[in-house]
C-alpha cells in the first residue's frame, strides 16, 4: 500500500509544474527589468519607431512604469523608485497631449503618478491626471472607452481618486464608462456567451477567424483582466458596483482557464490556435497576473487555478534570454492577431516597454503567492 501512494504521489509531481521560490521568481523580475533600464537609461528619450518619434510618457513607457512600482512594491529599490521619479519629473507630472485629453492611452501615466504621490504627497504630482479625470467625471460622455484596452488605461485611476479623496464619483463615472464599453458600444463588446470581449466594434460578429470563430485578441482580453483586478484591489470592498465587476472577472477566468496550452502560453487568437499561433508573452502575462490576483483575493480557488499560474510562469521565465535578460515572443502593438508579427524568441518588437510591464505585474502576483 505504501509502495502504491508513493507511485502515485510522484505519478502527480511529474504532471504538474514546479513552483518555483519567491526569490527564484523575484530572480526573473530583476534580470529582466535591468535589461531595459540599462537599454533606456535616459528615462525621456523618444522612441523612433515606425519612422515616427514617440514621447517617453505614452501608453506604452506607462504600462511599462506599472510593473516597475509593482516590482518596488515586492522589492524596494531606491533605483526602481527613482527611474520612475526622474520620468514623472521629465514629463513635469503632465499627460501626452494635455490635461484635457479624453484619450485613454494618454491617460495611463496618470496611475504611477498616483502611486508616486501616495509615496510622498506633493500636490503638483497629481494635478494635471486629477484634472483631466474630474473633466471626465463632470461631462455626460460615456463612450471615450471604444477598445477594451483602454479599460486597463484609465479605469484603474478612477479606483485610485476615489480612494484617494473620497469622493465615490470617481467610481460611479468608472462604472457609467466601463458598462458603455460593455454593453453599448457596437452592440456591446462583451460577449456573456463566451466571457470574453471582442477588441473593439470592428471585430464584432458578423466578423470571425479563419476557422470561423469569433475573433477574441489575447491580450485584449488581458489588459480587461488586469483591469478589473487593479481596480477592485484600489477600491473597497463596499464599493456600489463589486458584484458586477467580480462577476466578469469570474467569468473571464472561467473562460480563458481550459484556452491555456500544454506549454502554459495563451494564443493571440484565443479561439483559433492557427491563426498566427505560437508562444506570446504579454496576453500570457497579463492572463497569469489575473489569475494569480484571484487566488491571493481569495476570489479563484488555488486548486484549479494554480497549475495555470505555474504553467503560465514558468513560460513566462522561459522567455527571457539568461544571458540578457531580453523578453521574447513579444507580440508587436496593433489590436488584433495578425498585427505587430512576427512574434519570436529573438525577434524585438516595435515597442518592448508594455510587455515587460505586464511580465513585472504577473511576476509580482506570483510572488505575493509563493514567497509565504
Known amino acids: 500500500m505504501k509502495k502504491l501512494l508513493i507511485a502515485a504521489l510522484c505519478l502527480i509531481s511529474l ?38 518619434h514617440r514621447p517617453s510618457h505614452i501608453w506604452t513607457r506607462s504600462v511599462y512604469y506599472e510593473g516597475l512600482m509593482a516590482l518596488h512594491q515586492i522589492c524596494p529599490k531606491s533605483e526602481y523608485y527613482q527611474y520612475a521619479y526622474d520620468w514623472a519629473e521629465f514629463h513635469k507630472w503632465g499627460l501626452h497631449r494635455g490635461n484635457t485629453t479624453r484619450n485613454a492611452d494618454n491617460q495611463c501615466a496618470g496611475q504611477i503618478y498616483i502611486d508616486l504621490y501616495n509615496m510622498c504627497p506633493e500636490p503638483h504630482k497629481i494635478k494635471d491626471i486629477k484634472i483631466c479625470m474630474d473633466m471626465l467625471v463632470n461631462t455626460p460622455q460615456n463612450g471615450d472607452w471604444t477598445w477594451i484596452d483602454a479599460i486597463q488605461m484609465a479605469m484603474p485611476i478612477f479606483a485610485q481618486l476615489g480612494t484617494l479623496t473620497g469622493d465615490t464619483r470617481y467610481y460611479e463615472k468608472a462604472y457609467d464608462m466601463y458598462m458603455c464599453t460593455r454593453n453599448e458600444i457596437g452592440g456591446g463588446l462583451w460577449n456573456a456567451k463566451d466571457g470574453l470581449w471582442w ?36 477600491t473597497p470592498e463596499n464599493e456600489a458596483h463589486r458584484k458586477q465587476y ?127
Not at 32 to 50: H, L, P, T
Not at 208 to 229: F, H, K, Q, S
Not at 294 to 322: F, N, S
Not at 340 to 361: M, R, S, T
Open 15 to 52: 504532471t504538474m509544474t514546479a513552483q518555483p521560490s519567491g526569490k527564484e521568481v523575484l530572480a526573473s523580475m530583476e534580470l529582466a527589468n535591468k535589461y531595459f533600464m540599462e537599454k533606456y537609461s535616459d528615462v525621456g528619450a523618444e522612441s523612433y519607431v515606425r519612422k515616427k
Open 199 to 234: 477588441r473593439d466594434a470592428d471585430f464584432c460578429p458578423p466578423y470571425t477567424e479563419p476557422n470561423g470563430e469569433d475573433c477574441y485578441w489575447a491580450r485584449g482580453n488581458g489588459w480587461v483582466l488586469i483591469a478589473l483586478a487593479r481596480y477592485m484591489e484600489r
Open 246 to 372: 467580480l462577476a466578469d472577472f469570474k467569468a473571464m477566468c472561467k473562460a480563458l482557464l481550459p484556452l491555456q496550452r500544454e506549454d502554459g502560453y495563451w494564443n493571440v487568437s484565443l479561439h483559433d490556435p492557427n491563426h498566427f499561433g505560437g508562444k506570446e508573452t504579454s496576453g500570457t502575462a497579463l492572463f497569469t497576473a489575473g489569475f494569480a490576483w484571484g487566488i491571493r483575493m481569495g476570489i479563484l480557488p488555488a486548486k484549479e487555478y494554480m497549475p495555470a499560474v505555474l504553467k503560465g510562469w514558468q513560460a513566462l521565465t522561459e522567455a527571457v534570454h539568461p544571458d540578457t535578460g531580453f523578453l521574447g515572443y513579444v507580440q508587436g502593438t496593433g489590436k488584433e492577431p495578425k498585427d505587430g508579427q512576427p512574434v519570436a524568441y529573438d525577434h524585438e518588437p516595435d515597442f518592448e516597454d508594455y510587455a515587460l510591464g505586464c511580465f513585472l505585474i504577473a511576476g509580482s502576483e506570483v510572488y505575493k503567492i509563493v514567497a509565504k
